[in-house]
């Protein structure tokens, strides 16, 4: 297995634009999450899903943020109108009902100009 | 609310010596205790992990220490190689709720 997928690994925009992050989870995992990396607060989840379905997005900050998961196999984060506070590095990760670990993929770096 | 803490935001360990990551958290229902490595433009990597009903799980030269009573929980690196440099974070985990709720993390950096 190619492990967890994100992509792009950076993205660069303005100020006001849409930003899209997408995650390709691992195939038969059970739940996906969205994680922010910021040096002040570390790893913070933003939202997780259960078989698709979201569970707690209590960790997005704004109403600038959303997230959808249509399949088992795709979600993806969107920030709109992205702000330059929103830089940082957002991690997907997947991980089995049965499990205790999480497998994280690769990382996209935001940077908001 | 921060659920999950590690106070020493760097450490710095010659190389041979022990390393010693410590991590404090606070809601006592976590049923696990995980901790991460990360290297840089990598993303974090499962290290070793421990049930809240046992106090010390060992795999190689990695070993975590779990003090229930006093929130507390350490990972021990021995002896240290220059490999191990790379933030490590400490995270927590209640069965069922299956969210990693994470620490800040600890930037380790091992010298030769």
């Known amino acids: 297995d190619a492990g967890v997928i994100q992509s792009p690994r950076h993205e660069v925009t303005e100020m006001g634009q849409e930003v899209t992050l997408r995650c390709k989870p691992i195939s038969g995992h059970d739940y996906l999450f969205w994680y922010r990396q910021t040096m002040m607060r570390g790893l913070e989840l933003l939202i997780y899903f259960n078989n698709n379905v979201p569970i707690d997005d209590s960790g997005m900050p704004e109403d600038r943020f959303s997230a959808k998961m249509p399949n088992a196999s795709f979600s993806t984060l969107k920030i709109q109108p992205s702000e330059p506070r929103d830089s940082a590095v957002y991690f997907c990760a997947s991980s089995l009902a049965s499990g205790v670990e999480a497998f994280f993929g690769q990382g996209t770096r935001l940077t908001v100009v | 609310d921060q659920q999950v803490k590690q106070n020493s935001p760097s450490l710095s360990v010659q190389e041979g010596r022990i390393s010693i990551l410590n991590c404090d958290y606070t809601?006592?229902?976590?049923?696990?205790f995980l901790w991460y490595k990360k290297y840089p433009a990598e993303g974090p990597t499962f290290l070793i992990s421990i049930s809240s009903i046992k106090d010390k799980n060992e795999d190689g030269r990695f070993t975590v220490f779990l003090n229930k009573s006093a929130k507390h929980l350490s990972l021990h690196i021995v002896p240290s190689q220059p490999g191990d440099s790379a933030v490590y974070f400490c995270?927590?985990?209640?069965?069922?709720?299956?969210?990693?709720?994470f620490g800040q993390g600890t930037r380790l950096t091992i010298n030769p």
């Open positions: 809601n006592s229902m976590f049923d696990y």
């Open positions: 995270a927590a985990l209640r069965m069922g709720a299956q969210k990693l709720v």
